[in-house]
C-alpha cells in the first residue's frame, strides 16, 4: 500500500495555479474540514508564469462570497509531488497528460482528472472569460470534493 498511515493528502492542479486549483485547495480543504475528515490539501500549476503569486483576484471574490477561507501562492508541480501526497488532481486533460508526461517511476500518488470521481467532465479555464466562470468553477469545486471525498474516504467519513 502507497500509504500505510492511512493519510489523504491531496494535490489540485490546473495550469497556471492563480485560478481553478487554489479555489479546488481551498474548497476541497473546507468540506473536508466541515465533513470532520482529516484531509490536507496543497495545490500546483504545471506551468511557472505565475509562481509566487498570490490567486487571481475572482478567484478570491468567489471563494469570499461563498465563505471559503483562500490563502496560498502559486507554486510549480514538481518531481516531489508524486510521492509526497497520496492523490493528485487533474482539472483538465491538458494538466492530466502533463503529469502524466512528468511522473516519476517512483510515484506513489494516484494521478485522476477530479472530474473522474464524478461525472468525467474538466474543470474549464476560466481565466479569459467573465466571472460567471469562476462562480461555475467554484459550484464544479463543491461537487467534485463531495464526489473524491466520498469514493477516498466514504460517506460516512474516516
Ligand atoms: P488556472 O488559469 O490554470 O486555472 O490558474 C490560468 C491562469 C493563467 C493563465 C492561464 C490559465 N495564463 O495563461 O497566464
Known amino acids: 500500500m502507497a500509504n500505510p498511515s492511512g ?4 494535490l489540485v492542479v490546473c495550469l497556471g495555479n492563480i485560478c481553478r486549483s487554489p479555489m479546488g485547495e481551498a474548497v476541497l480543504q473546507h468540506i473536508a474540514n466541515q465533513r470532520g475528515l482529516d484531509v490536507a490539501v496543497d495545490s500546483a500549476g504545471t506551468a511557472g508564469y505565475h509562481v509566487g ?3 487571481d483576484e475572482r478567484t478570491v471574490a468567489t471563494c469570499k462570497k461563498h465563505g471559503v477561507p483562500i490563502n496560498s501562492y502559486a507554486r510549480q508541480v514538481a518531481t516531489s509531488d508524486f510521492t509526497k501526497f497520496t492523490h493528485i488532481l487533474a482539472s483538465d486533460e491538458n494538466n492530466l497528460r502533463h503529469l502524466e508526461s512528468i511522473k516519476p517511476a517512483n510515484a506513489t500518488a494516484s494521478v485522476r482528472l477530479w472530474g473522474s470521481y464524478l461525472d468525467g467532465k474538466p474543470i474549464p479555464d476560466p481565466y ?3 466571472a460567471s466562470g469562476f462562480e461555475n468553477v467554484y459550484h464544479q469545486c463543491v461537487s467534485l470534493s463531495n464526489a473524491f471525498l466520498d469514493e477516498v474516504i466514504g460517506k460516512e467519513g474516516s
Open 7 to 10: 493519510e489523504v493528502k491531496v
Open 53 to 55: 503569486e498570490e490567486p
Open 128 to 130: 479569459y472569460g467573465r
